[in-house]
């Protein structure tokens, strides 16, 4: 008798992988950061991109061209030789295999009869979540599989996009029916395994594809979503009627019937229970070619495709098709989204320009937003981005605008102050720049805090020129030479705080062209008055309280509060809660922020017989929570945004009264 062997190379596999994910896991806890994305390698999230894409010509989210290739290769991989992916990489499937052989340790784990009534019916669950998982995708070009998918949850920290009660309920199915129910996720749960099993179906699967394209060419409505779902309905009923492929996949385990001694070894080690000995070639739809079975018996009467030589072929080839995933997906790119517009057949020739280095564009939502303001721009008739890269193809007519009229367009004029000069600081010095590679908003944010690292500047102001000049605001008595600059500029990369205190790295690679200190200077009361920006903040949410006093007769007074830290940028991005919930409030009927002297201050508006001094304080300033009202008309209770410290008072109206 043989002595049973180890199947070592997916045991390193499995390991490897599950390493890889632990060590991302901990640098991120450890180092404040996340290099990479969590899915970067995620084949389901690649084969959600591909839906997305053909039927909304845009990716969805932020998917790479390394995920898409995850997801082909996957497909491929399993018509060809089967779910190799499930076997030997998908850190679920490790987990849920361990558990499982923990709850038989323990004697707590038990098999549903393989084609029994029970395992036949829970099957369909995995091809309901697979219709639910693309139809949101494809409907979104958001990955809806994050909202409730195991691993991102618990890459992520739990904080990525997730939602509680779905991540909750996948996290208990995951380890609870693992233990208790052999490959109780992969079999019933899993979406990709759903989609794997319809991969196996390859004749059905391609004959549907093209049946729903044909309808989609004459005019059916929604033909993808009636092809998803028979797509789902014929697998489901396959796999329950047959439990096996016929033709596909090509690469199978097969028995030696002479040489079997029907001992069983194999059934037992086989991850799914799949009773082997009573087969001759494995089409059976739970294989995944995992090799465990080859590795038990001891006759050595199952071999992959029959032959010994070809052992470990399974776990070779998944190697070399993750290594080709990532060799495709370097060489080729999607675009995130794909638009064009307006009329371009009156165009007599039709430009592009390429920009690259726009941090900004890092999402599908961000993505959407720069076509969206790109559409106001006469001449521009279409916009591609590439996340990956942080680029855009803009499609233009030469006739109505060009390269540099484009650049001028997409980058946001800033002014940002860092602080107010010391009392005994009369003026302030102007410094003269010119910075290359400063493109969009984003780029902004991390130059701003590249320079408030620099002793001596209270702030700057960025115009668009080629390149781009940029005005230090700084104290005379600051060394700021160029060499200073230059080192502190072109770095590259910068640091900023997150949440939580951690601390993220951002590459940079901004270029200090130009460098001028000729002596000019400003008052330091003109820099305070150049950095700030009254905000009158009289909108059509107000409005709604003044109609109330229409033809009543009141006074009006206003309320005054010191807030220095309105200038800070959290700070700013809370302010439209806080104006929200006081348009809720009757008798409000105005907020501005106006500078007194040097110290920013909010001037709220309000009927003298509705409110004073005290209430203002207690229940506006200190209201325990904020009623907000969003631009559909709903409204909802939450936490209050902004803290205040400095109890106000009523002052005379002038300035900031009420506009007419």
């Known amino acids: ?89 998908c850190p679920l499937g490790t987990i849920g295999e361990y558990l499982g052989k923990g709850g038989r340790k323990l004697k707590m784990n038990f098999d549903l009869k393989p084609g029994g009534i029970a395992d036949r019916g829970l099957r369909i669950v995995k091809y309901g979540l697979l219709f639910v998982v693309f139809y949101m995708s494809v409907s979104s070009s958001e990955l809806f599989c994050k ?112 040489s079997c001694n029907g001992c069983g070894s194999c059934t037992k080690k086989c991850p799914y229970h799949i009773d082997l000995k009573e087969l001759k070639t494995v089409r059976h739809i739970d294989c995944t070619l995992c090799g465990d079975c080859v590795s038990s018996c001891p006759k050595g009467s199952l071999q992959v495709g029959g032959k010994k030589s070809l052992r470990w072929l399974p776990g070779i080839l998944t190697i070399v098709l993750f290594v080709l995933a990532l060799i495709l997906g370097n060489q080729w790119e999607l675009p995130t989204i794909d638009e064009r517009w307006g009329n371009t057949e009156q165009v007599g020739e039709m430009k592009t320009f390429e920009m690259e280095g726009l941090t900004s564009i890092k999402c599908y939502g961000s993505s959407k ?99 781009v000049t940029v005005k230090l605001y700084a104290d005379p008595s600051a060394e700021l030479s160029e060499k200073l600059l230059k080192d502190s500029i072109e770095v590259e990369q910068t640091h900023m705080l997150a949440a939580g205190g951690k601390v993220r790295w951002f590459p940079v690679d901004y270029k200090l062209v130009s460098y001028e200190r000729n002596g000019d200077r400003i008052s330091s009361r003109e820099f305070v008055e150049l950095m700030f920006k009254p905000t009158a903040a009289m909108s059509g949410k107000f409005l709604d309280n003044m109609k109330k006093l229409d033809g009543r007769n009141y006074e009006t007074a206003v309320y005054e509060v010191e807030y220095p830290a309105i200038e800070k940028t959290l700070i700013k991005k809370g302010f439209p809660y806080f104006k929200s919930f006081l348009s809720t409030q009757e008798g409000i009927l105005r907020i501005d922020v106006q500078l007194k002297d040097t110290t920013p201050v909010l001037r709220i508006t309000y009927v003298t017989g509705m409110w004073d001094d005290a209430k203002i304080w207690t229940e506006l300033f200190n209201a325990p929570k904020w009623t907000i009202k969003y631009t559909d008309g709903s409204t909802k209770e939450e936490e209050p945004k902004l803290k205040f410290k400095n109890e106000g008072r009523t002052v005379p109206e002038s300035p900031g009264a009420p506009a007419e």
């Not at 290739?69 to 089967?82: D, K, R, T």
């Open 369 to 467: 937003a720069f076509s969206a303001k790109m559409q106001k721009v006469p001449g521009v008739y279409g916009v591609k981005t590439f996340v990956k890269r942080h680029a855009v193809v803009i499609s233009y007519d030469p006739a109505q605008t060009n390269e540099d009229k484009i650049r001028e367009v997409i980058f946001i004029p800033t002014i940002m102050k860092f602080s107010n000069p010391e009392p005994q600081v009369d003026s302030v010095e102007v410094l003269t720049l010119g910075v290359d590679k400063l493109f969009d908003r984003m780029d902004m944010v991390y130059f701003g805090n590249i320079l408030k690292q620099i002793p001596g500047i209270y702030g700057f102001d960025a115009e668009y020129s080629c390149p």
């Open 1 to 89: 008798m043989k002595s049973k062997k180890r199947n070592w190379l997916k045991l390193s596999l499995q390991g490897g992988t599950l390493l890889a994910i632990v060590a991302f896991i901990l640098y991120g806890i450890f180092f404040g950061e996340q290099r990479a994305d969590p899915e970067a390698y995620c084949p389901f999230g690649g084969l959600q991109a591909i839906g997305s894409y053909l039927h909304n010509n845009s990716l969805a989210c932020s998917m790479s061209m390394a995920q898409i290739m995850m997801g082909v290769v996957l497909a491929v991989g399993v018509i060809l030789f089967s779910k190799l992916f499930c076997g030997y990489l």
């Open 147 to 258: 909202n409730f998918d195991p691993y991102y949850a618990m890459a992520t920290g739990f904080k990525g996009e997730i939602t509680a009660w779905m991540t909750s309920i996948s996290i208990v199915l995951l380890f609870l029916g693992s233990f208790f129910i052999k490959m109780f996720w992969c079999k019933y749960i899993c979406p990709l395994g759903a989609l794997s099993n319809i991969f196996k179906f390859t004749i059905t699967f391609v004959g549907l594809l093209l049946l729903f394209w044909l309808l989609g060419w004459a005019g059916l409505p929604s033909a993808w979503v009636w092809a998803l779902g028979a797509a789902c309905l014929i697998g489901y009923l396959y796999e329950m009627i047959y439990l096996r492929s016929k033709v596909f996949p090509l690469l199978r385990i097969v028995r030696d019937a002479e």
